[in-house]
């Protein structure tokens, strides 16, 4: 996607040190772009950890690269297993970094080591690439929801939750590829984004992106989607998602949940956008299998935002004695989901749509 005119990825190679990864880092937007560069695995972990970087795909992409980094280092198969067992402790609930770092594992467990460090640059690359590519295609099966909503004249009303934008993947985005390929098509189509406490992915990224791409969008509180909803302001939601089961349950950002049963409540179709890294064909059972991160409650506790002075500042919103809770995920059953934009297609909610979508992996089981 473009920042001002010039394209941007959300990871890439520094042009002038092929070993440099370059990320946008996440926890300074909006209100400053801040490009830090990466040379070592521990500078990838905590990028990760920290939330530098963050969006199911995108952390499967730099870990990818952080594996890279440590082969660099130290291609020797202790490194490869540190490598491995650090980054996935970084954050438990997307499928997509584990699913990388086990294709790193399988890449590289039996290279060479004196020529791991290069394949596995190669294989971070090649991730990076495909992820566009399947962004792309997730867009273009959006794109025509979207287009049977946009009867001549009327203006198209979506709801999305958290941030699954481009810069939650490589590029393109999932639940907002189809918006911007809606927008460049010339579709009227406007976001209602939902802040998303409390780290406010909505407010600070999604209202960012959309804003760069000129895309019509209104922030409002996660509290209000249910009352839009009701009075027919919303034409259908469409959401990322970190895990979805092979029986369609959808893990995503905290209120996800409470934004499907509002949609289910008032007849709203309610989409999930996912590349096929992120189904977890090993599980069933979202709610009781799907790991879901807990948080520190200062996310919930403190708001970091621009002071009237230009400063940025993190303030209390509750006091110092209160408890506070923050669970980073909710599981949405497959019953409350519409349909799964993949990139192959738009398929239900369930194991049998998933099993016709994505064969090769339904007969893995199977065996
Ligand atoms: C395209 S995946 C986006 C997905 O990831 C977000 O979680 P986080 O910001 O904690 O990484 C959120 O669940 C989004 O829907």
């Not at 520190?296 to 919103?317: H, K, N, P, Q």
Request: glycine letters at 8%; proline letters at 4%.
């Amino acid at each position: 996607m473009k920042i001002d005119g010039t394209a941007f990825r959300s990871i890439w190679i520094d042009e002038t040190d092929r070993w440099s990864v370059r990320i946008i880092d996440q926890t300074k937007l909006p209100w400053a772009i801040e490009m830090p560069r990466f040379t070592t695995l521990d500078q990838v972990a905590h990028a990760i950890s920290a939330m530098l970087v963050r969006g199911a795909p995108l952390i499967g992409a730099t870990a990818a690269y952080g594996v890279a980094l440590a082969m660099r280092a130290d291609p020797s198969d202790a490194s490869l297993d540190a490598a491995i067992e650090t980054l996935a402790a970084t954050r438990p609930t997307a499928i997509n970094l584990r699913w990388a770092l086990a294709r790193m594992q399988s890449v590289l467990h039996d290279h060479p080591k004196a020529e791991r460090a290069e394949a596995a640059y190669g294989e971070a690359a090649a991730i990076c690439d495909e992820d566009v590519a399947t962004n792309r295609a997730i867009g273009r099966h959006g794109l025509k929801l979207i287009e049977t909503r946009a009867r001549a004249g009327r203006r198209v009303n979506i709801l999305t939750h958290c941030n699954a934008g481009w810069i939650a993947t490589v590029d393109w985005g999932t639940a907002l590829a189809p918006i911007y390929m809606a927008h460049d098509a010339g579709i009227d189509v406007h976001v209602f984004v939902d802040e998303t406490r409390p780290r406010n992915q909505g407010a600070s990224l999604t209202a960012w992106e959309l804003g760069k791409h000129g895309v019509a969008h209104t922030v409002i509180a996660d509290n209000a989607g249910g009352h839009l909803m009701q009075r027919g302001a919303v034409d259908m939601a469409i959401v990322g998602t970190d895990r979805v089961t092979s029986a369609g349950d959808v893990a995503n950002k905290i209120g996800t949940y409470l934004k499907a049963l509002a949609a289910r409540d008032n007849g709203v179709p309610f989409y999930v956008a996912l590349p096929s890294s992120t189904i977890d064909w090993a599980i069933a059972d979202g709610l009781s299998d799907i790991p879901i991160e807990e948080r520190a409650a200062t996310e919930v506790t403190t708001v970091t935002g621009r002071a009237l002075d230009g400063s940025i500042a993190t303030v209390r919103v509750v006091p110092k004695d209160s408890n506070a809770a923050n669970p980073a995920f909710d599981v949405t059953p497959a019953r409350l989901v519409s349909g799964l934009i993949t990139e192959r297609g738009i398929c239900a909610a369930n194991a049998h749509a998933l099993a016709a979508m994505f064969p090769e992996h339904a007969q893995r089981r199977a065996a």
